[in-house]
């Protein structure tokens, strides 16, 4: 079945300091891959996302890219500030008759960022 | 645009007993779900709605939950009885379309609930 594999936490940087959060991924066929934030006491927000391979899905200055030799969609940012503390969930969803477009979700990131 | 909406945030209470939760989708979308996230762990689908129909339910343990979106609108989850196992988030989230992979899902704040 599908699954989504994303590394442990928490992570801790330093404000400015880069950010790279591995996701891999298996899939039967052709997923949309999804970053999800969940910052402290809300709910579950888009970060981004990419729908084929190669696509890079990009906002408030995170990105990553759909590889789907690698099966990965890593989640960067060059400088993060205290306010991208956060979990950060790795997902992906199918349009298939077995999947019919839900999330499966990695296990989640904790990110904390330090003055 | 107003957002998708839960009730109650908390939720704590004795084991066996039962609980239930209320959603109200984003207006107009026509796909809802209901999300089970355990501390430490991803959100994981317990039942997804199609309008007013079950689309997917496998993952619903069904001799305790039930699901049933009236009118294709509002949404509600109930436990009942509730086991220790059953301490979580129940996060509801919507989207516009059906089966499509490349479509948001927008969530709700959750109900953390607590059995005690």
């Known amino acids: 079945g599908d699954s989504v594999t994303q590394m442990e936490g928490p992570v801790t940087l330093s404000e400015e300091a880069f950010l790279t959060i591995n996701c891999t991924y298996t899939?039967?066929?052709?997923?949309?891959l999804f970053w999800y934030v969940q910052y402290p006491g809300e709910g579950l927000q888009l970060l981004l996302k990419?729908?084929?391979?190669?696509d890079k899905g990009s906002n408030k200055g995170f990105e990553a890219t759909y590889r789907k030799e690698t099966t990965s969609f890593h989640l960067e940012k060059g400088s993060v500030q205290v306010s991208d503390s956060a979990v950060y969930f790795c997902?992906?969803?199918?349009?298939?008759?077995?999947?019919?477009?839900?999330?499966?979700f990695g296990a989640g990131t904790q990110v904390v960022v330090t003055p | 645009e107003a957002g998708v909406a839960q009730s109650p945030r908390y939720k704590i209470i004795e084991k066996r007993q039962s609980v239930a939760f209320w959603c109200n989708p984003i207006?107009?979308?026509?796909?809802l779900y209901w999300y089970q996230q355990i501390l430490g762990q991803g959100p994981k689908l317990l039942i997804q709605?199609?309008?007013?129909?079950?689309?997917?339910d496998s993952q619903l343990p069904k001799d305790r939950f039930s699901a049933e979106r009236l009118k294709g609108v509002d949404s509600t989850l109930k436990i009942q009885p509730a086991k220790l196992e059953d301490s979580a988030v129940y996060l509801c989230?919507?989207?516009?379309?059906?089966?499509?992979?490349?479509?948001?899902?927008?969530f709700g704040p959750g109900t953390r609930l607590t059995v005690l």
């Open positions: 990419a729908t084929k391979a190669d």
């Open positions: 899939a039967t066929g052709y997923p949309s």
């Open positions: 709605f199609q309008n007013n129909g079950v689309v997917d």
């Open positions: 207006s107009g979308h026509a796909t």
């Open positions: 997902a992906l969803s199918e349009g298939t008759t077995d999947s019919w477009g839900k999330l499966q």
């Open positions: 989230a919507s989207s516009s379309l059906w089966g499509v992979s490349t479509d948001t899902q927008y």
